[in-house]
């Protein structure tokens, strides 16, 4: 979807957009406990939108001049489940690995262009994971850490849904579309494997980025405590200015497709 800028200057949610022709277009490289109780805690909300009307989730654009103008400050009680946030926040953070480790390797390994299956798999490997792990967090409810079982009642989860429907800046028409296209490639693709001539399309995963990016700063604000980690776009960031660093020199190190087969490449099918 094009870029169309954020109200509240997430940098991964500005980016939005940029890579979509990118991943559109990218094919695979090798393939065309019960809860415990919760803990209620009375904290100040985050800064949000205020837009009338807004429903349980994403319901509508909220109107240009809400964005970025007015807004309502206000003390909400929020009951968060301690143990399922424990596990939780340890997917966001792979997933924000596995997603800078796909970006990074795909496209260095496009630009030097040294065949190598076995960094084919492995790109291929860092993206199924992605995908997978982001749909604990944000795909079907019934998931064990699904984000609503972290923040579980109702007017919490209000607050963060009016918050991503203004960073992210969509319509209820395109998450839908967005979130039916991403959970359909985990079912059929990565986490399942349906039989047939076509996969679903790999997602466009600066919406991925940006949803997860504002749930960990909208969590940060809403407990109103000091991290000791990051946020999860600082380490995206930082993983990325790494992994383009150093990316290269291993790829080029190999294995090549040569030395794989042992000098014998078998004829392409």
């Not at 982001?134 to 609503?148: E, L």
Request: net charge positive; aromatic share 10%; with cysteine.
């Amino acid at each position: 979807m094009p870029d169309r800028g954020t109200a509240h200057g997430s940098k991964s949610c500005e980016k939005q957009g940029r890579r979509n022709a990118e991943e559109s277009n990218h094919h695979s490289p090798l393939i065309s406990n019960q809860l415990r109780p919760s803990l209620t805690l009375t904290m100040r909300s985050s800064i949000v939108p205020h837009v009338n009307g807004f429903g349980p989730c994403l319901r509508r654009k909220p109107p240009e001049s809400q964005i970025g103008g007015s807004y309502n400050v206000r003390a909400i009680e929020m009951k968060l489940n301690e143990q399922v946030w424990s596990e939780h926040y340890q997917v966001l953070v792979s997933f924000v690995h596995h997603l800078a480790y796909y970006r990074a390797l795909s496209e260095t390994y496009g630009k030097i262009g040294q065949q190598s299956e076995f960094w084919k798999w492995t790109i291929d490997a860092h993206l199924l994971r992605a995908v997978t792990d982001w749909c604990m967090i944000f795909g079907t409810d019934d998931n064990a850490i699904h984000w609503k079982k972290v923040a579980i009642d109702p007017e919490t989860q209000s607050e963060f849904c009016r918050r991503l429907l203004a960073e992210a800046r969509l319509m209820e028409t395109e998450w839908t579309t967005y979130w039916k296209g991403i959970v359909l490639f985990r079912n059929n693709y990565a986490a399942h494997r349906m039989i047939g001539e076509t996969y679903p399309p790999v997602p466009k995963m600066d919406v991925a980025l940006c949803v997860t990016t504002t749930f960990d700063v909208w969590v940060r604000e809403v407990l109103g405590v000091p991290f000791l980690e990051p946020t999860l776009e600082k380490r995206y960031d930082r993983l990325t200015r790494v992994a383009r660093l150093r990316f290269p020199e291993l790829i080029r190190l190999g294995p090549t497709l040569l030395e794989e087969y042992e000098g014998r490449i078998p004829p392409k099918r």
